[in-house]
T-cell receptor, first 109, second 115 residues
Framework: DQQVKQNSPSLSVQEGRISILNCDYT??????FLWYKKYPAEGPTFLIS?????DKNEDGRFTVFLNKSAKHLSLHIVPSQPGDSAVYFC????????FGAGTRLTVKP | KAGVTQTPRYLIKTRGQQVTLSCSPI?????VSWYQQTPGQGLQFLFE???????NKGNFPGRFSGRQFSNSRSEMNVSTLELGDSALYLC??????????????FGNGTRLTVT
């Protein structure tokens, strides 16, 4: 059961522009949401999180937005850099943590 | 602090065999979770252990089992291996259970190939 969905398998953006990665969830019990970044041959690395009591959290170039009524969250990366090229996983937590299928972001120089 | 360590990095087994994967969490972390990653499926939750007790289990058959020791190290076992079990198995630790909004810290995984 895919409780966390990332419908875009890939995204390509130009260096310096904004990258927007999207995620939808179905379980209304989720109360904590996270984004992870994964490079080949490495485990996912925690990037940023947001609690369900907030609708926005910023950390440098990364901002996560949460729309609880739509059960939707997004990650904005501004400005995008070639080093941001990786697979990004959305995750949501209730009793345990569930992940989406990932979006491969490619940032072109 | 040392990160999450998983051994071995690579494994090749044949159908019907069993396999044991090992995970050493970050020092002080009491929760260990296991995930299976396959192409297009993302990370599928296997189970979570906290203080030697299995707290949650995903939708995997009983061939998949695990345990956690008193030092928080964890092992995962898969019996009667099938071709479809070929995947990257990731272990993650956290200071507290994910239910308490504690981020997971992942190891680099064990790549299992079943032939």
């Amino acid at each position: 059961d895919q409780q966390v969905k990332q419908n875009s398998p890939s995204l390509s953006v130009q260096e310096g522009r904004i990258s927007i990665l999207n995620c939808d969830y179905t379980n209304s019990m989720f109360d904590y949401f996270l984004w992870y970044k994964k490079y080949p041959a490495e485990g996912p690395t925690f990037l940023i999180s947001i609690s369900s009591i907030k609708d926005k959290n910023e950390d440098g170039r990364f901002t996560v937005f949460l729309n609880k009524s739509a059960k939707h969250l997004s990650l904005h990366i501004v400005p995008s850099q070639p080093g941001d090229s990786a697979v990004y996983f959305c995750a949501a937590s209730a009793d345990d943590m569930r992940f989406g299928a990932g979006t491969r972001l490619t940032v072109k120089p | 602090k040392a990160g999450v360590t998983q051994t071995p990095r690579y494994l090749i087994k044949t159908r019907g065999q069993q396999v044991t994967l090992s995970c050493s969490p970050i020092s002080g972390h009491r929760s260990v979770s296991w995930y299976q990653q396959t192409p297009g499926q993302g990370l599928q939750f296997l189970f979570e252990y906290f203080s030697e007790t299995q707290r949650n289990k995903g939708n995997f058959p009983g061939r998949f089992s695990g345990r956690q020791f008193s030092n928080s190290r964890s092992e995962m076992n898969v019996s009667t291996l099938e071709l479809g079990d070929s995947a990257l198995y990731l272990c993650a630790s956290s200071e507290d259970s994910p239910r308490n909004n504690s981020p997971l810290h992942f190891g680099n995984g064990t790549r299992l190939t079943v032939t």
